[in-house]
């Protein structure tokens, strides 16, 4: 099992930044994938930005330039750095990870408010 620790979540103004945090339980670097979605009220979770066992990130094209997702060894933890940010980013921010391994299961952090005014 892999508990999953988010923090940096708050409201800023349009063109603002935010850096979230995830606290891992277990070592990140050994996680097939390790990143973020994003949930807006009324609309379905979504990819944000993920961080593959070898270390290739995808992006979504909505923050692709803007954000970027990173793992940290010192601290077993994946930021996102989010710039630029817009109203639209506004939304529930959770870290997922999923061990590396044939039919592992998927993780979720709690979630983090992210609210960008205009």
């Known amino acids: 099992q892999v508990q999953l620790v988010e923090s940096g979540g708050g409201v800023v103004h349009t063109g603002g930044s935010l850096r979230l945090t995830c606290s891992a339980s277990?070592?990140?670097?050994?996680?097939?994938?390790v990143g973020w979605y994003r949930q807006a009220p009324g609309k379905q979770r979504e990819l944000v930005a993920v961080?593959?066992?070898?270390?290739?990130?995808t992006y979504s094209d909505a923050v692709k330039g803007r954000f970027t997702v990173s793992r940290e060894i010192r601290t077993n933890s994946v930021h996102l750095q989010m710039n630029s940010l817009r109203p639209e980013d506004t939304a529930v921010y959770y870290c997922?990870?999923?061990?590396?391994?044939?039919?592992?299961?998927?993780?979720w952090g709690q979630g983090t408010q992210v609210t960008v005014s205009s």
């Open positions: 961080v593959a066992f070898e270390g290739f990130r």
């Open positions: 277990r070592n990140i670097f050994a996680m097939n994938t």
């Open positions: 997922y990870a999923r061990p590396a391994g044939e039919g592992t299961p998927q993780y």
